[in-house]
């Protein structure tokens, strides 16, 4: 048993239209979703599309304040929105952005400074896991973070585990491979405060569906999921959020 409050996060990366807003929105509005928090993170031009009250998140956000960044977004304008979360350092931004982990580190305090939540993400590609470095990779990823915010923050921060080999690619973590990084997580963070970990909420992602949340779910170290692909189906998204 844990204080920790399940949580459901959808990352709808590059897709989705205006009807699927309409869409997910009736379906999860019907649904009795009280022990649980859901937020979803359309891309940034459909946010003021949401009823009020939808939980909102973004999927980047910029590290400055304002001025001369073109295309980026600020979170002022994001809190303008009633965003109350933002994806920090998913993978596909490390590689397609070149965020590096000191990037990604000033765009988490820039998020807490303001208010939101950051749902930070962290998890190694295939190779690393391979070549036996998967606790040393995921360890210095959290170090940057820590170096530049300290232990106390991640009272507000998520944590995201997710294995790139697993992301949109069908191959989820099994339970056991997840919950063993989960538990490496929070006992990284334990060696500096055993409370602050104990309280953090660790998102498991990684081709997450309605199939499989349940069992992931379950794990000890486990508090919910960010999910990609399925989060694009709103029955599926919310079988997911039922399992959480
Ligand atoms: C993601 O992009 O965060 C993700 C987990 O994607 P998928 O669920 O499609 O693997």
Redesign the pocket.
Known sequence: TNTRRPLVAG?W?MNGDKSLVEKVQSHLAQAELSNMDWVICPPAPYLGLFDAGTKLGVQNVSQFDSGAHTGEVSVSMLKEFGCGYAIVG?S?RREDNFESDDVVAQKVAKVLDAGLTPIL?VGEPEEVREAGTLFDYIANQLDAVLAEVGIAAFTNIVL?Y?PIW????GKTASPEQAQEVHAFIRGHLAKQDSNIAAGTVILY????KGSNAKELFSQADVDGG?????SLNPEDFLSICLAA
Not at 166 to 169: L, Q, V
Not at 226 to 230: N, R, V
């Open positions: 990352n990366k998913h596909e993400c995201a997710e697993a992301i949109g690619t992602g990684g081709s997450v960010l999910i990609g692909g399925a």
